[in-house]
């Protein structure tokens, strides 16, 4: 098969893109590049740029390269920009994704794995979360990808195109430094920069109902993430008609002192968190039950939280050399 991959320069999507490759699949990649950098896709993979919502753009692609699967990871992914920006975020998750699968569709293009997120619970007060868990995203970028979700199922019902929607939790690390994440959005890369500072990294909030008081979390490796791609993409292949929504994380929690501790350590820094107010929205604990990914898709992660920052870290420190220590 071929598989176009929608935001395949992104942090995310260029681990997408490996992993199908090295999983024998032909790969197109699509990025409108806002975010993305072309370097990061192979060499031999086509780019394509251009914008979801710019549907001649999408069709002649689909029909160029004989597409027979998408997986789409662009969108605009900053929940306190999507606050900000909610017609912007609706516009380019929502009407671009629609755009998309109607190109999609009218080609006749048969599986499509979708990039949801965690975002879509909420602040659920579960131990842990399942797939049945209520959906009750806070902010606007959480409520585009429910609306994702909802369209990408209720095109599948209607056209019988194959679906997996994938809800990410947090994701961290790299599989070589030049695919790390260039973003300071995520806890990790945003203590790396505190640390390249020389500065106490932040933590928002230690007075939640945890057993360190800071808020718990469920940490997945992007390349354990890339392979959960892969495992729906080769589902959806082997079983058309498929409608598959599954939570992609490891259902181990670590709490934000926890993890800043483990930065430190395999990093060479012993700079102590100081506390700052929390932040609006933030839930105690959010934590997935993996459960059903290992039975639908046959995928489990493989690597743990030393694995995400010490990957992570290789990449950061080819980014910035003066963070590096010993």
Same mark, same amino acid.
């Not at 019902?157 to 790390?180: D, I, K, Q």
């Not at 609006?280 to 997935?288: I, M």
């Given at each position: ?28 990649? /699509? ?58 975020? /609706? ?29 879509? /619970? ?98 997945i490796h992007v390349v354990d993430l890339a392979e959960a791609h892969v495992a729906a993409a080769r589902t959806l292949q082997s079983a058309p008609g498929r409608d598959l929504t599954v939570n992609i994380g490891r259902g181990e929690g670590v709490s934000v002192r926890e993890m800043i501790g483990h930065i430190n ?62």
């Open positions: 098969m071929t598989w176009l991959i929608t935001g395949g320069a992104g942090y995310i999507g260029a681990h997408v893109v490996r992993a199908l490759t090295e999983a024998g699949e032909q790969a197109v990649v /699509y990025d409108d590049l806002s975010t993305g950098v072309a370097e990061r896709v192979p060499a031999g993979v086509p780019l394509v740029t251009g914008s979801t919502l710019d549907a001649e753009r999408v069709a002649h692609t689909l029909a160029d390269h004989e597409v027979t699967g998408v997986v789409h990871l662009a969108a605009r992914k900053q929940v306190g920009e999507s606050v900000e920006l909610p017609l912007h975020y /609706y516009r380019e998750n929502v009407e671009g994704l629609r755009v998309l699968l109607e190109a999609v569709t009218a080609a006749g293009v048969p599986s499509f794995v979708f990039s949801s997120s965690a975002a879509v /619970y909420g602040t659920p007060d579960v131990p842990l979360v399942t797939e049945r868990t209520p959906c009750a995203p806070v902010s606007p970028y959480g409520e585009t990808k429910l609306a994702g979700e909802w369209l990408v199922r209720a095109t599948g019902r209607a056209t019988g195109l194959s679906t997996a929607c994938l809800r990410y939790f947090n994701v961290a690390g790299a599989a070589s430094p030049e695919l790390a994440d260039t973003g300071v959005f995520n806890i990790v890369p945003m203590v790396f920069e505190k640390l390249t500072e020389n500065a106490a990294p932040r933590i928002f909030g230690d007075d939640y109902d945890t057993p360190d008081g800071t808020c718990v979390r469920d940490y350590a395999l990093t060479g820094y012993d700079l102590p968190p100081t506390v700052a107010a929390r932040r609006p929205g933030d839930p105690a604990r959010v934590v997935a039950s993996a459960d059903l990914a290992a039975s639908e898709l046959g995928w489990r992660a493989k690597r743990d939280v030393r694995d995400m920052i010490t990957s992570a870290w290789e990449g950061w420190v080819r980014l910035h050399p003066e963070a590096a220590r010993g």
